[in-house]
């Protein structure tokens, strides 16, 4: 077999193969003789019909034969004479379809074509300039955070003997169903809790849940404007039907020092609670900043860097953003089945812009990784797999068992902490001065769509001790 190489591209190589008429004839009598043991040819007895008057009645199924027979193998030699890694299967051409003979009276011309990956080229990614800009604390913003916590143990106590009032909370079995669309499945919520006059409840519900007293029924109408949060009642209109189980007030705990040791997490007093929750915040802001440097330098390292990405890797990456853009918006309520094929490939082409970003940036990465001789223990993995576990505040078993569902298992954790030790490479290399904090109205336009991957994975796993927690209760919200 004789083969030639061409290289089209960084990512694509074109491999010319002939394969000598000798070892076509051995395989095409090879097949010959396997169908005429088996054949039914009228005329003659099983298996004695005469070898030319096989080939002849089976000739397209005997070719077809020697084609599955001959070229895998061959395909695979000339691929690793030339010590390629494709990264799809081979798209392979005849030379002379045409006229294909397989007798083994001339030599099969063909050529394939493959896509590699491409040789990266050694990053410049000591020296990059970023500006640690760090948020100042907002104000009044640790005194919302210190409400919600007090929202959090809120009670809700009956009232009696009185009709409902703003301020109230009702508890209420509703049911919705939609004019517009009579056999729609309605909307249905017991034991709904809904506060009157809260900021986040449609004012429908409160104008027509005021006046009401336990037991009492009413039917309102609500229309919904066109550009109403949720696609599912956006530019509807429903009509409620609404009774009333009991009304109740919210009373929120004192703020003293009783109250801050109650919370279980070791403060003193008061005083001591707003000191380490202030810390926290500094923290919480410095790290934010921290992040916002890493994106800046991963943005540069991409724009100093230009090369040919194999399109397998980047159609791979952008069906995948865009399943997920489709998750999302089913979970936003939106029918998919609805959805105009001009948006989904608007849609598409947008990821695949991000997703040659990512691609690339992953490769870059990964180069970086290997010239720092960056490496991941197993103490690492089980240490990260626990930070997940707090994160998400779940056991660790059922971390590990959703990750060993995915396919690369634990092995994708390594590469994530292998990706992030990249980045924190380049930022340790970085030359970073301290600015002043730029509000939106200062910032620059953002010139990158989406954050690195590595980005996301440090997010997802900081333990930030800043937790906005709010009252676990059902509330009908304009979002809902």
């Not at 030319?52 to 070719?63: A, H, N, T």
């Not at 997920?324 to 990821?351: C, I, P, S, T």
């Not at 995915?406 to 990706?419: F, K, P, S, V």
């Amino acid at each position: 077999m004789k083969t030639e190489l061409t290289e089209v591209s960084p990512t694509q190589k074109e491999i010319k193969i002939e394969i000598e008429p000798e070892a076509v004839k051995e395989v095409y009598n090879k097949v010959s003789q396997k169908y005429a043991k088996g054949a039914n040819v009228p005329g003659f007895r099983k298996g004695l019909a005469p070898l030319d008057v096989i080939r002849l009645r089976f000739k397209e199924e005997i070719q077809n034969e020697v084609l599955r027979e001959l070229l895998p193998e061959k395909v695979q030699q000339a691929i690793e004479e030339h010590s390629l890694q494709p990264l799809s299967e081979p798209q392979l051409h005849f030379d002379n379809f045409d006229n294909l003979k397989l007798n083994g009276s001339q030599s099969l011309l063909l050529h394939i074509h493959v896509e590699v990956m491409p040789e990266i080229p050694t990053p410049d990614y000591k020296g990059l300039e970023s500006t640690r800009r760090v948020r100042p604390l907002p104000e009044g913003e640790m005194e919302r955070i210190i409400d919600q916590r007090r929202q959090s143990g809120a009670t809700l106590m009956p009232v009696e003997g009185r009709k409902s009032e703003t301020g109230d909370t009702v508890i209420v079995d509703l049911e919705g169903t939609f004019a517009d669309d009579p056999v729609a499945e309605p909307i249905k919520a017991d034991d709904l809790e809904i506060t009157l006059g809260d900021a986040n409840i449609e004012q429908s519900f409160t104008e027509n849940l005021v006046g009401l007293e336990p037991d009492e029924e009413k039917e309102f109408t609500v229309e919904y404007p066109a550009e109403f949060s949720s696609p599912v009642l956006a530019g509807k209109t429903v009509t409620y039907k609404a009774k009333v189980k009991s009304l109740g007030k919210i009373e929120l705990p004192e703020l003293d020092d009783e109250w801050a040791q109650s919370l279980d997490e070791g403060y003193e007093s008061l005083d001591d609670l707003k000191t380490r929750l202030g810390k926290d915040m500094e923290s919480v802001s410095k790290s934010d900043a921290d992040a916002a440097v890493r994106t800046e330098l991963i943005n540069k390292l991409l724009e100093k860097h230009e090369f040919e990405i194999p399109n397998t890797l980047i159609e791979a990456q952008a069906r995948n953003l865009l399943n997920n853009f489709a998750q999302d918006m089913q979970q936003r309520g939106v029918d998919l089945n609805k959805v105009e094929k001009e948006f989904v490939q608007m849609a598409y082409n947008q990821m695949r812009t991000q997703a040659e970003r990512d691609v690339r940036g992953a490769m870059l990465l990964e180069k970086i990784a290997d010239l720092e001789k960056v490496e991941v223990t197993d103490d690492e993995v089980v240490k990260e797999i626990e930070m997940m576990a707090h994160y998400y505040n779940v056991p660790v078993e059922q971390i590990k068992e959703s990750i060993n569902q995915q396919q690369g298992g634990e092995a994708n954790i390594a590469n994530n902490l292998r990706t992030r030790k990249a980045v924190e490479a380049i930022f340790n290399h970085a030359k970073i001065t301290d600015g002043e904090w730029l509000d939106e109205t200062q910032k620059p336009t953002e010139t990158v769509e989406d954050k690195p991957k590595s980005e996301k994975a440090t997010a997802e796993t900081a333990d930030a001790e800043v937790k906005e927690e709010k009252p676990k209760k059902k509330t009908a919200k304009k979002d809902k």
